[in-house]
Every structure is written in C-alpha cells, then in structure tokens.
C-alpha cells in the first residue's frame, strides 16, 4: 500500500521527473536495457533462501524500528498486519509489486488521498490489528506519520521501521553529526550487526478473507498532481528487476573505474543507481552486500563506493532528520551563517535570473552543459553537482536565493530529487553542511570555492560540453574566466 508522492494533502514541491520504459543514446552506462541474464537475479534469490528459507527462520532486529503507539500488544480482530509504504515504492514501481504480492497471496491496497483519512479507514474497514510504517526524515513523511499516529484507534498498535538505511538513523545517533568523520566510526561499529542479508519471502501462510482490488493503473497515473511539462526521461526502466540488472551491470562493467574515475563527467565509471534507491526500488543495503564481493579484486573502488553509499549516504538521512532547517539557511553551522552574511552585499560576477539558469543559458558552458544533462536526463553527475550549485550562489543575489533556486531545479528536474542527499548537496555546496571553513573571497566566504579552471585540471570539459551541446552565451558587462 503506497500513498503516491503527488496524492492529494501532500508536499507542493515540484514533482521530479518520472521514468519511462524505453531507452536513449544520451546515457553512455546505463542508457541500455540492461545485458546481464537472470542469472543474477536468481544468485539474489539464492542468497536470500541461504539466509533463511522464511521470515519466521530469520532472526529480525527489533532495532530497526521504534514504537510509535503506546502498546505493541497485537489486537484479536484478525485482519492482519498493515504495512504502509511512502518512502519505499513509487507509482510505477508499484505495478511490480502488485504483480508479485499477487503471487505470494499477500493483498495490495493503493490509496489515494490523506493519508490521515485512508489509513484509517481502511484499518477500520479491514479490522487490522497492527499497522507498520516505513521511513523518512524529510517534513512532509514525518507530518504524515504524526498525523495518522493521531486519527488511528489508541489499541491498534503503531511502529516505523527504518527500511532505508543500512543502521536505522536512531541507532546510527542520537544527535545531529558534524560530518562523516564524527558518523563514520558509529555506523562501521553496527555492520556486523545491520548489515545482514535478507531472508527469502514466500506465500503467505494465511490468506486475507477480504480480497484487494484490482488497480487501475492509468487512472493512478492521472490522479497524481505532477507537472507534467517535465517530460519523462527515456534511458531507464523502473522496477526492482531492472535496478538488480543494474547493479549487476555496474559491479561487472563500471565498478573497477569507480575508484579513480568517479569525479569524470566523461568516463562511464559511476553506479547510476541513485534513482532506484531514491524511489525504494533498490536497498542499499543489497547493493553493498553485492559489491563487497569484488573487494579483492577492486579494493580502492570497493571501499569508495561504501563510503559514499554508506557513510555519505546515511549522513544525509541523519542531517535532515536532526535538523528541521534541512532546506534553509537556519541550518547552516553559525560559522557558515556568519560568513554568508558578511558577504551578502559582495558584488556579483553576475546577476543572471532563474529563466537564464533553469534554460542553460549562462555565460559558462560547462554550467550549461551540466544543466542541459539534468533537464534531459533527469540526473546530474556527481561532481558537477557542487560546482553547478556553488555557481548559482556565485550569480544570485543573495544565498538564500542560490539555496531556493537550487533546490528548485533539483527537486523538479532529477530523478532523486525530494530526497536527503540533494538537499546536503545543495546545502553542502551552499551552506557549508558537513565541511570546514576556507580562504576568505568575495561572495563565497568561508564557503569551499570552485571554479572553471579547476573542473579542466580534472576532466575534459570540451568533450563534456560538446556531448551536451552546449554554448555560451554572452552577457552584457560579464567577463568570463
């Protein structure tokens, strides 16, 4: 059961792009169907009924959740447990899993509207003696847990597990950390006991007498209030079958690049399996069970791809989660504040306007190019993630205009927009989240500085903007480095 990202009583955040089932030449890794057989996703299957042949054999932790109703006393109507998915499955991802909870007997209810009036509801209309939630940190998930905490019955029991993160995010802290170097430890200290395969998922022993409903697709789709002038992207597939094949793909294919190559826009080094993760289609978890399998052959680009998977990864959950100023200035460290402020008034190399950035028509081809990738694509490569952001706080008045304009043009154009790393990756670039402070210059501060010079020390930018085709585009009392 899953309430669409767009339903109605939801966030007014512009909607990211949504995926649709062809593919395109504009992708040099993953742009292709991916080539690897079943064989991979039978291994998977293997590896689960290795584990345990059955959820009852499988020792859970009860670690990954926490108690949000004042009892856990299962009641005696016997409707069953609910277990509500917001985070963990989208739309087109559902169909999926419809297909295959319709194979393992287990009934799929898609609800449209509040979540507050259809979760309970639908309690009531099943008599169900439990409900269990999946997690999120950002504001609006979080408003809909208290929300729903408050309308269901007091003696039906409430819990959230942390499906997300490899360490549930209250056990990984309590606080809110400094950066990776304070979470790191904590988070390596807890694997041997998180970081556990999963047991396989058979046929529900007791079938529900009350029987789902078919859903129609089509009109799912044409409930959800998306923008649709965002065009769907065409070099992915969604589903959890075709975010294994992916995975498969990059530990076969990329994977001994990603240690040397990841920061070349040029090179087909990176995962490419942030929108699967973003959208629940694919845990991180299984994806570093599978690439820690490679650690003898590709050490360096092993334990890279688990520090930012892992570490970086599960840090943005712990930031947005401790700190309610995830998307703003207040929740910048108060040297990154002070800093900013100092130098709000700094003159600007230039002025340019949220049209002029969102069409890619700046006076940097290289900034262009990258925002030509995000609006055709729907992804931006990673490095050029900070410095497209570090620039929009260079060519707008003030940060908290750079911080809203980037924000903006990521949530609605990348496919893991609305998620806890784009908003430390913006704040990171911006704001100084999770860094120190630098060389003191115009505009930036303290703010870690980035510039064209040094993108063309690390990669060809020609062959980069060219790809794109990209230009510049003069304006008027601008010079550019």
């Known amino acids: 059961m899953s309430k669409p990202d767009s339903a109605k009583g939801s966030s007014k ?39 345990a042949g059955n959820i009852l054999e499988f020792k859970f932790n009860k670690k990954r959740c926490r108690l949000l109703s004042k009892s856990m006393d299962l009641g005696n109507f016997g409707g069953g447990v609910l277990y509500w998915m917001s985070r963990e499955q989208r739309v087109q991802g559902l169909e999926e899993v419809e297909a295959e909870c319709q194979k393992l007997q287990i009934e799929f209810h898609l609800l449209k509207g509040d979540s507050q009036i259809c979760v309970p509801n639908l309690i009531k209309k099943l008599k169900l003696d439990a409900v269990v939630a999946d997690f999120s940190p950002l504001r609006v998930p979080l408003s809909w847990i208290e929300k729903v905490k408050e309308s269901i019955p007091e003696d039906v029991p409430f819990c959230q597990v942390d499906a997300h993160n490899i360490v549930p995010v209250w056990v990984a802290s309590d606080k809110q950390e400094i950066g990776a170097r304070t979470i790191r430890k904590k988070i390596h200290d807890k694997l041997d006991e998180f970081l556990t395969d999963f047991p396989a998922v058979v046929t529900h022993p007791h079938p529900s007498q009350t029987k789902a409903k078919p859903v129609d697709w089509k009109a799912a789709n044409a409930y959800l209030e998306v923008d649709r002038t965002v065009e769907e992207v065409d070099w992915i597939t969604p589903g959890t079958k075709s975010g294994l094949l992916e995975l498969s793909n990059f530990c076969q294919k990329r994977l001994r ?17 942030s929108p699967w993760l973003h959208f629940g289609q694919l845990s991180a978890q299984r994806c570093i069970l599978e690439v820690k399998e490679y650690k003898a052959k590709y050490a360096k680009s092993v334990d890279v791809y688990i520090e930012e998977t892992l570490i970086r990864r599960e840090l943005s959950d712990n930031f947005c989660f401790y700190n ?13 504040q002070e800093t900013l402020d100092v130098h709000k008034k700094d003159k600007r190399p230039a002025l340019l306007t949220s049209q002029q950035l969102e069409e890619g028509k ?15 694509t ?17 060519w707008t008045a003030t940060p908290e205009e750079a911080l809203r304009l980037a924000i903006y043009l990521n949530d609605r ?14 704040m990171w670039s911006i704001c100084g989240i999770h860094d ?10 303290k703010i870690r500085y980035m510039n064209y010079k040094g993108c063309q020390r690390k990669f ?17 009392g601008v010079k550019y480095e």
């Not at 690049?257 to 399996?273: C, H, I, M, Q, T």
């Not at 309610?324 to 990154?336: E, H, Q, S, T």
């Not at 060809?460 to 008027?476: E, L, N, S």
Request: aromatic letters at 10%.
């Open 257 to 273: 690049l990603f240690g040397e190559k990841r920061n070349d826009p040029n090179v087909a080094a990176l995962s490419n399996l």
């Open 362 to 376: 700046t006076h940097d081809d290289l900034w262009n190019a990258s925002q030509i990738q995000l609006t055709r």
């Open 436 to 445: 120190m402070g630098w060389k003191q210059r115009d505009v930036f501060g």
């Open 13 to 51: 955040t512009p909607a990211a792009k949504k995926l649709k089932l062809e593919t395109s030449d504009d992708e040099p890794s993953s742009s292709r169907t991916p080539s690897v057989d079943s064989g991979f996703l039978a291994s998977v299957e293997l590896k689960r009924k290795q584990c």
């Open 378 to 394: 729907g992804k931006m490569h990673g490095f050029l993630r900070m410095y497209w952001a570090k620039k929009i706080l260079e």
């Open 460 to 476: 060809d930018v020609v062959a980069f903007v060219q790809r794109f085709g990209a230009r510049t585009y003069p304006i008027k």
């Open 324 to 336: 309610p100023n995830y998307d703003n200035l207040k929740g910048a460290a108060n040297w990154a």
């Open 413 to 426: 154009y990348s496919l893991d927009g609305r998620d806890p790393s784009g908003y430390v990756g913006c």
